[in-house]
């Protein structure tokens, strides 16, 4: 009973760098979904995706890129890190109009 | 606009006292539901209670009630008998209808103390 996974926990980036969070879920939701967490803030969808195959722009996309291949992986990319991405990234899988909206553990991201 | 709208910053509550955290939301879908989530200092966020549009009774989950008062658009998340585990941040969320049932929208949080 895993939930939604999130790796790596913590990661420290030089500016230029990319890399990619992982995020998996064992519940067979069909929405999933990545937040930021900046200081003083609530979280910001960056991107989310309704099935695989299918994804789609949040309130904060740019500098992201995100793929669904699978119902149970959401991969976030950052392409070429800024000191601006430095932020707590959450995913998150849900199931539309119930409560069932379920998040990882997130990702401490430090961009340097 | 903002959508949700929390806006103690931070309170401290007596062990076994209760306390009530604010939230009021806005929107115009006549579909859409309410979370509350809480933020320990570890990270990591933990659902507490959901109370959806057409729910007739308020919301409970152990010592957690949602006062949910529609005409005026707030969703007052109550804990009862703090712990001192009870501090942490605690986050107000809304799902607006079926065209955005992807997204939440959050809060800026409330930083809730609980002194011994």
């Known amino acids: 009973n895993a939930g939604v996974t999130q790796t790596p926990k913590f990661q420290v980036l030089k500016t230029g760098q990319s890399m990619t969070l992982q995020c998996a879920q064992d519940?067979?939701?069909?929405?999933m979904s990545w937040y930021r967490q900046d200081p003083g803030m609530g979280l910001r969808l960056i991107h989310y995706?309704?099935?695989?195959?299918?994804?789609d722009q949040g309130e904060v996309p740019n500098g992201y890129n995100v793929s669904r291949s699978t119902t149970e992986d959401f991969p976030l990319r950052l392409l070429s890190a800024a000191p601006s991405q430095t932020s707590v990234y959450f995913c998150?899988?849900?199931?539309?109009?119930?409560?069932?909206?379920?998040f990882g553990s997130g990702t401490r991201l430090t961009v340097v | 606009a903002q959508k949700i709208t929390q806006t103690q910053p931070g309170m401290f509550v007596q062990e076994k006292e209760a306390v009530t955290l604010d939230c009021t939301y806005d929107?115009?879908?006549?579909?859409?539901?309410l979370f509350w989530y809480k933020q320990p200092s570890s990270g990591e966020m933990i659902f507490l209670i959901y109370?959806?549009?057409?729910?007739?009774q308020n919301a409970t989950e152990g010592r957690y009630s949602l006062n949910f008062q529609k005409a005026r658009k707030s969703a007052n998340l109550v804990i009862s008998a703090s712990q001192l585990g009870d501090s942490a941040m605690y986050f107000c969320?809304?799902?607006?209808?079926?065209?955005?049932?992807?997204?939440?929208?959050f809060g800026a949080g409330t930083t809730v103390t609980v002194r011994a």
């Open positions: 998150a899988s849900s199931v539309p109009g119930t409560e069932l909206y379920t």
């Open positions: 519940m067979n939701h069909e929405y």
């Open positions: 995706s309704v099935g695989a195959g299918i994804t």
């Open positions: 929107t115009s879908d006549p579909s859409y539901g």
């Open positions: 109370q959806g549009s057409y729910d007739q």
């Open positions: 969320a809304m799902r607006e209808g079926r065209s955005n049932d992807y997204k939440l929208s």
